[in-house]
């Protein structure tokens, strides 16, 4: 029997590949503690570990992972910037599930949109109060906006056709320009035309803090920045001098660069002591939510089922149609 070590388990997790596991029966070991060099030896005796993006995969994991006789790691996720592909290669298959829904996350980005936009969730506690005033609840139309859309894969092309619907003008730019009705543009342009910047792009070294003081400074006053791919995509300081000198009308995080220690767990007991994310929290243009993007039943259930499909794979005849090749990832 196939032996699996689950890094980083929660409730639903537990949940949905159980359910998906009844046709395989793999031998799932669920363990609540992230993925690290000090985790690493609770793997000893599994075929397999499977891991998600706040998981350490580096150099020294995995070479631990190895040791145990890990011989896959299963990302249960689409990225992988977490992940060290240059050290893994030729030593220990990574596979990922490149795709669960495209919708849950898409359809997140513009959620939050709105919800900031039409400030939905002030007004949601003030009639809790039966405080029915309208004061300081002004949005605006989106139709007609320009927005900028960063990466159209297919996470970015589901964002684009929601915008469409809402009548927005679309800017999107990507190395691939595979997107066939949408005006491509550079980066620049993007910065300069966009009312809202959306980011569907992964996290490498050319995307690395692509949004940082230098472009915010080329940005129109009072843009909406919305982040559902990678927190480090967007420098967190200075984001946050952006909101504070209102250059930067707004902006929608389900992703932030420090979220290790801190997304998917209840910190509502502790003194959390990131100073950036507490005043971006704290500001009243800032929405944040913890990396729940992906978080629907269609995708829970797609990302299960392939990521077992992965394993199941591997192991009956060696196949591996989702692996992460070093020589194909761009940096």
Known sequence: MIKISFYDAKPYDEEYFNRVNEQYGFDIRYIEAKLDESTAVLSSGSDAVCAFVNDDVSEGVIDRLCDNGVKMIAMRCAGYNNVDIKHADGKIEVVRVPAYSPYAVAEHAMAMLLTLNRRTHKAF???????FS?????????YGKTVGVIGTGNIGRVFIDICRGFGMKILAYDIAETCPYVEYTDLDTIFKKSDIISLHCPLNKSTHHLI??????????????????RGALINSEDLLYGLLSEKIGGACLDVYEEEVDLFYEDNSDVIVKDNILSRLIG?????????????????????????????????????LPNKIRYKTVKI
């Open 125 to 131: 506690l003030r009639t809790r109060d039966f405080n």
């Open 134 to 142: 309208l004061n300081g609840l002004t949005g605006f139309d989106l």
């Open 212 to 229: 940082n003081k230098e472009s915010i400074a080329r940005m129109k006053k009072g843009v909406f920045i919305v982040n559902t791919s």
């Open 283 to 319: 500001l009243p243009t800032v929405i944040v939510t913890s990396h729940q993007g992906f978080f629907t039943r269609e995708a829970l259930s797609n990302i299960a089922s392939t990521t077992l499909e992965n394993i199941s794979a591997y192991f009956a005849d060696g196949s």
